[in-house]
C-alpha cells in the first residue's frame, strides 16, 4: 500500500507543478460551480430552473431582461404595441446567425413561438393562453391577443420563447443550437459543462470569455474547498451557511444582491384554527424577521411584508411594518380568537432547502414565545410536492417562490381558483383586481392595482412573508463582469479576468 | 458443473426480483415524477401533458412490460428528469469508469490492510500489537465517512493540495489526474471496510490456530512465521474471501456517500439524483446494473471456492 499511496502522492505533485507552471498570465477561460445537472435544453420540454439559468447563454428569443428588470432587445431589434394593447409588433434584427451556422429567418420565429402557444405541444402554452395569433411579415413579427395582456412581454424573455432551428428539433434537449453567445459543446452529465465562445455572436462586443465550464458539485463545501484550491473560479448561489468560511478571505469578493426569491411561511387559511384572521394576524405580530434573517441567512436577505420582492423594483410597495414585532399584541389577538393558551399545529419543511429548514426552525420558536407549539416534520421534495403543494393537506410550511420578471406572474397564485394557491386563499377582490391589471396598459395605473393587491395579501394576513434572502456570488477579485438579475439567470458573457 | 448452473439460475432469478421490487417501490413512494418536473409552477393541465410525454399515463404492468421488452433488447430507456433525453445506458456506461476502479481500489486496500493486521493480531494475541490492532479496527467502524472524507479533504486536498478536492478527470482526457482524483476516496471507503476484515481475519486465524494440524506443524519444528502464513492464513482466506462478498455489497453502498462528498460522476451519485428525482427508468437502470454487478462478483466468487477449499470440490 504504501509505494501505492507514495506514487500517487509523487504524481499529484508533479501534476500540481506542470499545471502551475503552464497557466498564462491573462486567462480567457472560466470553470463556475453549480449544484445539479440541467434537466435538458429543450425550451418547449425542459422546466428546471438549472437549466433556464445556463440555456440564457446558449438561446435568446425576441427580447431579454437587463439587471435591472427591465426588458430589452435580443432577436428583436424593437417592437411597438398598438393602441388598444391587442397587436404587438416586433422588427427583427438582421443578419443573426444559429450555432449550426444558417441565418435566423422570421419563419424560424414564427414556428418556435406557435409551438409555445400550442397546448398540445408544451405545458407552457397555459401562460399563453390569451395569444390569438402570430405571423411573419416581411422581417417583423406580429403577435396578436385576444384581450390586453400586460404581462405578456415579459413572459417572452423566459426560457420558454427563445428561437432555435427546427431543423434540430430532435435533439435539442442534450445538443442545443441557439443564437446566444456560447455554444455547448460538451455535456458529461453529473460531471461538467463546456460552453465555448460563438464567434458569429451579433454583438462582437460578447462573450468576453473563449470557454466557461460548469461544473456540477452537489456539496457546498466542496464547492468553496474548490475555490480555495484554484479548481473553481465563481459560485453563482452560495448557500448561506458557508459564507463566513469565504467572507474576508484575501483576494475574494462576496457579491450579495436581493434574488427575487419571494421565502414565506404558508398557512393552510381552509383549516381551523388558521382560518380565523386572528390567529394568522397574531401569528405575523409574534414574528421577528431581522432574528430569522440573522439566524437562517446569515444577515443577508431583506424583509418582505408581501408576495413581492424590493427586486421587483417600482412594482414593489414595504409592508413591512403592517405587522411590527410585538408578541404582547400576539397573545392579545390569539385570547380574543378563543385561544388564551395557544394551540398546537405541525410545520412541514421541505428537506433539501436549508435556508427554509433554518428559516422554519427559528420561526417555530418564536411562535411557541405565544404559545403556539409547533411540531416540525422534515419532508422529502417529492412528498413536500404531492402532500403539500397539490393536495394541500397540511397546516404550515416554509418555502420560496421564484421570482418572475411581470408582478401579474407572481400575484396570480392567490386567485381563489387557482391551482397554484396552495395557501387557500380567497378574496372576491382580489380576484378582480387581479383581473384589471392585466387589462391596463397605463404602467402607472397598474403600479398602483399591484400595490393594492399586495396590500390586501398583508391585510389578511394571508401568509407569514419572511425575506428576499440574497444570492451570494463568490469569485475571485480579479475576475469583474458579474452581473446580478432579479430573474433566475446566470450571464457568463460580460465575465472577463483583469488583466 | 451443476453447482455453477444452479447458482447462475438463482442469480437470473434475484436480478428480476429486484426489478420488479425497485419499479414498485417507486409507485408506491409519494412523489410524482412529473409533479418534480414542474415544481411550484405546476397546473393540472401541464402535469397531464407531462405525464403522457413521459409515458406515465400507461398502467404499471404496460409500463414495467415494456421496460422489460427494452432491458432484453439491451435498451434502458431514457432519462426523465435528470439530464432529460439522455439515454440511461449511456449514463450509465459512463459512470461504470468511475464506480468499478473506485470499488476495485477500495476492496484492494482493505485486503491489503487488513489480511496482515488480522494474522499480526492474531498471532500477538492478548499482546499490545493485539490490543492496538483491534482500537484501531474498533475507531474504523465507528467514524462515519462522509465525516472522515470532509476532513481528509480538507488536509490533503486544500490544506497540502496533494489531491483535487473533488471532481474527476476522465480516463481518456488525464488519465494520471484521474487515478490521483480516486486515491483519497478510496482510502475513505477502504477503512471501514479494512477495519472488519481485520476483524473477521483475526477471528478466522484464531480458529485455524487451534486446529491439529497447526500443533503439527509447530511440533515438527516449522518456525513460527512459516506456520502463520502457510498453515494458517492460506486456509483463513477461504472464510475471508466469504465476507469479502458482503463486503462489496457494503462498498457499492459506500459508494454512494463518498461519490457526493468527493463530487464524484459514479454511479452511486447517478443512484442517488435519480431516486430524488423520481427518475424511474433511471433508478431502474442503476439499481439494475449495480445489483447485476454485485451478483456477478458474488458469482466468481463462489466459482473461486471449489479452487480455494479443496472441501467443496469433494461435495461436488
Known amino acids: ?499 | 458443473m451443476m453447482y455453477l448452473l444452479k447458482k447462475l439460475f438463482g442469480m437470473l432469478a434475484t436480478l428480476a426480483v429486484v426489478s420488479i421490487l425497485t419499479f414498485f417501490t417507486l409507485f408506491v413512494l409519494p412523489g410524482d415524477p412529473a409533479l418534480l418536473i414542474l415544481g411550484t409552477e405546476a397546473d393540472p393541465g401541464a402535469l397531464e401533458l407531462v405525464r403522457a410525454q413521459l409515458g406515465l399515463d400507461r398502467p404499471v404492468i404496460v409500463q414495467y412490460a415494456s421496460w422489460l421488452g427494452g432491458v432484453v433488447r439491451g435498451d434502458f430507456g431514457r432519462s426523465l428528469t435528470f439530464s432529460r433525453g439522455y439515454a440511461v445506458a449511456d449514463l450509465i456506461a459512463a459512470a461504470l469508469p468511475v464506480t468499478l476502479p473506485l470499488a476495485a481500489m477500495a476492496i484492494f486496500l482493505a485486503m491489503a490492510v487488513a489480511i496482515p493486521l488480522g494474522a499480526l493480531a492474531a498471532s500477538r494475541r492478548g499482546k499490545t500489537a493485539d490490543k492496538i490492532i483491534l482500537g484501531f479496527s474498533q475507531a474504523g467502524l465507528s467514524i462515519p465517512a462522509f465525516w472522515l472524507g470532509i476532513l481528509a479533504i480538507q488536509f490533503f486536498a486544500v490544506r497540502l493540495g496533494w489531491f483535487p478536492p473533488g471532481g474527476m478527470p476522465r480516463w481518456s482526457a488525464d488519465p494520471l489526474g484521474a487515478l490521483n482524483s480516486l486515491i483519497l476516496p478510496a482510502l475513505i471507503l477502504a477503512l471501514p471496510r479494512a477495519a472488519i476484515l481485520t476483524r473477521i481475519v483475526r477471528t478466522a486465524m484464531l480458529e485455524i490456530l487451534k486446529e491439529d494440524y497447526i500443533r503439527t506443524a509447530r511440533g515438527k519444528g516449522l518456525p513460527e512465521t512459516a506456520v502463520i502464513l502457510k498453515h494458517g492464513l492460506s486456509n483463513a482466506l477461504v472464510s475471508v474471501s466469504t465476507v469479502a462478498g458482503i463486503q462489496l455489497i457494503q462498498l457499492v453502498a459506500g459508494t454512494v456517500v463518498v461519490e457526493q462528498v468527493f463530487s464524484l460522476p459514479g454511479l452511486g451519485r447517478l443512484i442517488l439524483s435519480a431516486v430524488l428525482l423520481r427518475d424511474l427508468p433511471l433508478v431502474q437502470g442503476t439499481i439494475f446494473v449495480g445489483a447485476a454487478i454485485i451478483l456477478a462478483v458474488n458469482f466468481l466468487l463462489d466459482s473461486l471456492y471449489p479452487i480455494l477449499d479443496p472441501r467443496i470440490r469433494g461435495v461436488q
Open chain 1, 1 to 499: 500500500m504504501s509505494r501505492f499511496l507514495r506514487t500517487g502522492i509523487v504524481l499529484a505533485i508533479s501534476l500540481t507543478l506542470i499545471a502551475g507552471c503552464s497557466e498564462p498570465q491573462t486567462r480567457d477561460s472560466v470553470v463556475v460551480a453549480i449544484p445539479t445537472d440541467p434537466d435538458g435544453f429543450h425550451p418547449h420540454h425542459s422546466v428546471a430552473a438549472a437549466s433556464a439559468e445556463i440555456a440564457f447563454n446558449i438561446y435568446e428569443g425576441l427580447v431579454k431582461a437587463a439587471p435591472d428588470g427591465s426588458i430589452v432587445p435580443a432577436l428583436a431589434e424593437e417592437w411597438s404595441v398598438s393602441a388598444d394593447g391587442l397587436e404587438y409588433t416586433f422588427t427583427l434584427r438582421r443578419g443573426v446567425k444559429f450555432h449550426n451556422g444558417r441565418e435566423m429567418t422570421p419563419d424560424d420565429v414564427v414556428y418556435c413561438l406557435s409551438r409555445l402557444f400550442d397546448p398540445e405541444v408544451t405545458s407552457k402554452a397555459a401562460d399563453f393562453a390569451g395569444v390569438k395569433g402570430i405571423r411573419a411579415q416581411g422581417d417583423r413579427i406580429i403577435i396578436t391577443l385576444h384581450r390586453p395582456d400586460a404581462a405578456f412581454l415579459a413572459l417572452l424573455t423566459e426560457f420558454g420563447a427563445v428561437i432555435y432551428p427546427p431543423e434540430n428539433e430532435e435533439n435539442l434537449s442534450t445538443q442545443p443550437v441557439g443564437t446566444g453567445p456560447f455554444v455547448l459543446t460538451d455535456w458529461q452529465p453529473n460531471d461538467q459543462l463546456t460552453l465555448v465562445k460563438f464567434e458569429q455572436y451579433w454583438n462582437p462586443e460578447l462573450p468576453r470569455l473563449k470557454q466557461v465550464i460548469l461544473k456540477i458539485i452537489p456539496e457546498p463545501a466542496a464547492m468553496v474547498n474548490s475555490l480555495f484550491t484554484g479548481h473553481v473560479d465563481l459560485i453563482p448561489r452560495l448557500e448561506p451557511d458557508y459564507l463566513h468560511q469565504v467572507e474576508g478571505k484575501d483576494g475574494f469578493a462576496v457579491l450579495a444582491a436581493p434574488m427575487n426569491l419571494v421565502q414565506l411561511l404558508i398557512i393552510n387559511n381552509a383549516v381551523a384554527p388558521f382560518d380565523d384572521l386572528r390567529v394568522r394576524q397574531a401569528m405575523n405580530y409574534a414574528v421577528n424577521r431581522e432574528e430569522i434573517i440573522q439566524g437562517a441567512a446569515w444577515g443577508k436577505g431583506t424583509p418582505i411584508g408581501s408576495n413581492l420582492s424590493p427586486a421587483m423594483d417600482i412594482w414593489y410597495t414595504d409592508l413591512t411594518d403592517m405587522y411590527p414585532y410585538d408578541p404582547q399584541r400576539a397573545k392579545e389577538l390569539l385570547a380574543e380568537a378563543g385561544y388564551p393558551d395557544g394551540f398546537s399545529a405541525t410545520l412541514h419543511l421541505p428537506a433539501p432547502y436549508p435556508l427554509h429548514r433554518g428559516a422554519g426552525e427559528i420561526l417555530a420558536d418564536q411562535l411557541a414565545r405565544v404559545g403556539i407549539d409547533l411540531k416540525i416534520r422534515v419532508i422529502e421534495w417529492g412528498a413536500w410536492l404531492e402532500q403539500i403543494y397539490t393536495n394541500r393537506d397540511f397546516e404550515l410550511t416554509v418555502v420560496g417562490f421564484t421570482g418572475r420578471l411581470d408582478p401579474h406572474t407572481m400575484l396570480n397564485r392567490y386567485q381563489s381558483d387557482s391551482r397554484r394557491n396552495t395557501s387557500n386563499f380567497s378574496n372576491a377582490e382580489y380576484d378582480e383586481l387581479l383581473d384589471q391589471g392585466l387589462l391596463e396598459a397605463d404602467p402607472a395605473k397598474r403600479v398602483e392595482i399591484y400595490r393594492r393587491l399586495q396590500t390586501i395579501l398583508a391585510r389578511e394576513a394571508v401568509n407569514i412573508f419572511i425575506m428576499d434572502p440574497n444570492q451570494l456570488a463568490v469569485m475571485p477579485e480579479k475576475l469583474k463582469g458579474w452581473r446580478n438579475y432579479p430573474v433566475y439567470v446566470l450571464d457568463l458573457a460580460a465575465l472577463e479576468w483583469e488583466k
